[in-house]
């Protein structure tokens, strides 16, 4: 099955063959290593010079640790909410204590630096909690704006505001650049740009978010980010070994074709996604759109039918609509696919949905793969 969904994703070849390694003892020489160059080619995913770790757990968790390890019970946080996904550091936040700010958005719309900058003016806030691709409705937040703009408040109010960005669904796939935008904490998951298993949550913190780590009093034992800082070169309980090993082989590869390369290549990919439906009457769901997941709301199509079909058919997988939007919506991502796979799902789309009295010319197709033909990848 092409799983052409925001995670998880089909494996790389070199996750794959990772995964097939025999066990390594988590105590070893040998898992120090591949720890170790785990956490360096996080780092250079990341570009950050910062701290990087790890914890078994899917993205969520990474999420959760931010929380806990971050921020205060009596803190005050800040959070756009414009889809299923900004709304769990919501969720996260209340189980700890913490009260939020909410910015209500409407699916599709991303957060405004000038919208951040107003709340500030009106709360004591400790935190904004930022989601760099709503992979709900793929609408993409402007990280480095909202960043600079939350600098400038800092600066002109003498007050520290960390600033913690859910990155699950972008790293190694939207341009994501961690210290140069300033960001104090970027969390990951392996089982999306990374093409490896699921089971490995990366939160990757600052100077400054260090420094709060070290202040906060963490309220979760398996949580706290400070004893992963503390344990390395090791690990303080049993990772999910197998799954760093594909992480470790997959980066490498990723790293050798180059993030910025696939930067691009999943931007033009998405953009081919979202010429080619929206040219069939689809409207996109996101007004800034991200790479890592292109929505579309379905209009007279029932894309839960459209689905089945794809799978049964064309042993395509795509992604319904989350909560209201089941029903209403599709998501399509191009993570970790070939220019030939993005082809076949193009003809794929066109034959399935003939069937609901949609037309994808033969026109549309061929502006489709001219498009795709513009950035290759040797995967
Ligand atoms: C996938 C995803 C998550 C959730 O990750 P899990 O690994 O399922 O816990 C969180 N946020 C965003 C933006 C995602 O795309």
Redesign the pocket.
Known sequence: MRLFT??PVNLSRSAAEGLAAPTTHHRSKAFEELYSSLLAGLKSSFLTSGTVTVLT???????EAAVASLIKPSEKVLIPVSGK??E?WVEISEVYGIESIVIDLEPGLSPEPEDIKARLDEHLISGVFL??????TGALTDLKSISEAIDDWSRMHGHRVLKIA?????LCVDELRMEEWHLDCC?A?S??GLLAP?GL?FVALSDEAMRALAGANCKSYYLDLQRYVEAVPHYPFTPAVHAVRAAVASLESILAIGIEKLWKYYGNSASAIRILLSDAGFKPVASSQAS??VAFWSGGVDPITLGQTLERTHRILIAQGQGHLKGRIFRISPIGKTTAELQQLGVALAEALRQYGVDLTDEALVHYEQMLAREKVQW
């Open positions: 925001p995670g757990a899917s993205g969520t968790g990474g999420m996904f900004s769990r989601t760099h691709c709503e992979t709900s859910d990155c699950i669904s972008t969390i998951a089982q999306k699921p949550a890592a997941a």
